[in-house]
């Protein structure tokens, strides 16, 4: 079936750092990718989506491009903030009816 | 305001003990879908529904049921047959296109279930 895999965690960065989480995924075709996060306690958010290959999806600040090329997602911020410490989740739609998720990474931002 | 609401937030059980997680959604969403979180291991999805009256097993079913009587409704018990059930669980709603495929989910804010 389809999967995902991101980066290990857990991510600490300092206030104002530059972003990377790594997202990849094995799929049949070419499915819409999403990252969802996932403050402490609570269920998950959607932060952004892509649906084709080359899309930027965005938000809050957070951008990840579709690289169907490399099947990768990586999500990306120029400079976080201490409210941004939370997990992050990969995930791709899996056939027409439900989504597959990476096991999560832990971002936590220093001041 | 619309959403998915689950409850009770947290719930203990004895070993032997069956217990019913609460998901109620007034989205109008067709599809609902029930997942385990583990330290580690991000979600596994345990049910899913795409009507009323009809669900599916997810990858990690055994020891689980549940049941789509009304369709902002689906509730998970969780039986004495599941060996570790001590678990993080969130409910979701399905966001569907005009074509009816997935766009993505809503999430409730989750249940904490402890065995003790």
């Known amino acids: 079936g389809d999967s995902v895999t991101q980066m290990e965690g857990p991510v600490t960065l300092s206030e104002e750092a530059f972003l990377t989480i790594n997202c990849t995924y094995t799929a049949t075709g070419y499915p819409s990718l999403f990252w969802y996060v996932q403050y402490p306690g609570e269920g998950l958010q959607l932060l952004l989506k892509a649906t084709k290959a080359d899309d930027k999806g965005s938000n809050k600040g957070f951008e990840a491009t579709y690289r169907k090329e490399t099947t990768s997602f990586h999500l990306e911020k120029g400079s976080v903030q201490v409210s941004d410490s939370a997990v992050y989740f990969c995930a791709l739609r899996e056939g027409a009816q439900k989504l597959v998720f990476g096991q999560g990474t832990r971002l936590t931002i220093n001041p | 305001d619309g959403g998915i609401t689950q409850s009770p937030k947290y719930l203990f059980r004895k070993e032997g003990q069956n217990v019913t997680l609460s998901c109620e959604q007034n989205l109008n969403h067709d599809a609902m879908y029930w997942y385990r979180q583990d330290p580690g291991?991000?979600?596994?999805?345990?049910?899913?529904?795409?009507?009323?009256?009809?669900?599916?097993?997810?990858d990690i079913a055994e020891g689980y049921s549940v049941s789509r009587e009304k369709k902002e409704s689906f509730p998970l018990t969780v039986t004495s047959a599941q060996k570790n059930p001590t678990a993080f669980y969130l409910c979701a709603s399905g966001v569907r296109t005009r074509i009816g495929t997935l766009e993505g989910y809503t999430f409730g804010s989750g249940t904490r279930l402890t065995v003790v």
């Open chain 2, 41 to 58: 291991q991000g979600l596994r999805l345990i049910y899913y529904s795409q009507i009323v009256n009809d669900f599916q097993k997810g």
